[in-house]
């Protein structure tokens, strides 16, 4: 997705020469130690963040401020951050927050009332919540895991083309990762816009979580790319030091 990148918002340098890509239908897992770079880095593939020098593409176009490729990933793009609560409107209800990206859209995409609704009950259905039960809930009358689930319906209920969830499980409690993690599986088998399925890039610093949902990994170390490669090959037979001792780490 983005070749040679430097880092945006300081004067210091945070990310070196980093390259990876992600593809339709796959998970990448960005991993690494806290301060390497893994939010810069999936900010900027998101076109977020603006890096100093380097080049982001989406679906073979530039991403430059202004440009086809920077309103295409932005349109087809969406987060789930680590704290539910605070990505969500307290004042609001379970519908309003996850309809409220179709509001957004709805005369650009052209989507009557009707419609409306029947995705915004979708992507709820699609996340594991009884739709009578959570509708007209608010977000403080929701569990940690039911808040993220919930937050995770209104970053897919667009549909998007690529989603980034960054430490999507590290504020839930240990029962309801499961339901997270199973929600984050379903939607990369699930198809979405034209048949096709989103890509999906995690942050996590749970290598468990990593093992059973991404397809491949980059490790970051202080902004340089350590290495990439499928899931079990990073995590059974890393190549390099770094690597091994941050899975001793993820283990203890
Ligand atoms: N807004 C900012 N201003 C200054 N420095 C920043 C800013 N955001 C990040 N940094 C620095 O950039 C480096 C990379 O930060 P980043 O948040 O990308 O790391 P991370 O791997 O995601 O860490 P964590 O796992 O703790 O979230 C860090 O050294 C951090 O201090």
């Known amino acids: 997705m983005h070749r040679g990148l430097f880092a945006p918002r300081t004067r210091r340098q945070v990310l070196f020469d980093v390259s990876a890509e992600v593809r339709a239908g796959e998970c990448l897992a960005v991993i690494g130690a806290s301060g ?21 593409l989406y679906r ?3 991403v430059e401020r202004g440009s ?4 295409a990933l932005r349109a ?18 379970v519908e309003r927050s996850v309809s409220e990206p179709l509001w957004l859209r709805r005369k650009a995409l052209g989507y009557a009332f009707d419609e409306v609704a029947g995705k915004t009950v979708q992507a709820l259905a699609r996340v594991g919540l009884d739709l009578r039960m959570f509708l007209n809930r608010y ?24 989603i980034l969830a ?7 409690d240990v029962a ?8 984050l599986q379903s939607i990369l088998a699930g198809e979405g816009v034209d048949g096709e399925r989103p890509a999906l890039i995690i942050v996590s610093h749970d290598l468990g979580v ?8 980059l490790v970051l170390n202080e902004g340089r790319a350590i290495e990439t490669g499928p899931t079990e090959r990073v995590l059974d037979a890393p190549e390099s030091d770094y690597t091994r001792r941050l899975i001793e780490a993820a283990s203890l």
């Open 36 to 56: 390497s770079g893994k939010t810069t880095l999936t900010r900027i593939m998101l076109g977020l963040d603006t890096a100093d020098s380097g080049e982001i």
């Open 176 to 183: 309801a990762r499961v339901q997270i993690l199973e929600t």
């Open 210 to 217: 990593v093992r059973h949902v991404a397809d491949r990994i």
């Open 139 to 162: 977000p403080c009358d929701l569990s940690g895991g039911q808040a993220q689930r919930v937050a995770i319906a209104r970053a897919i209920v667009n549909e998007p083309k690529v």
């Open 68 to 71: 086809a490729g920077m309103r």
């Open 76 to 93: 087809e793009s969406s987060i789930v951050f680590q704290d539910p609560y605070g990505s969500l409107d307290p004042r609001w209800t």
């Open 60 to 62: 073979g176009s530039a």
């Open 166 to 172: 960054d430490e999507p499980m590290s504020a839930i």
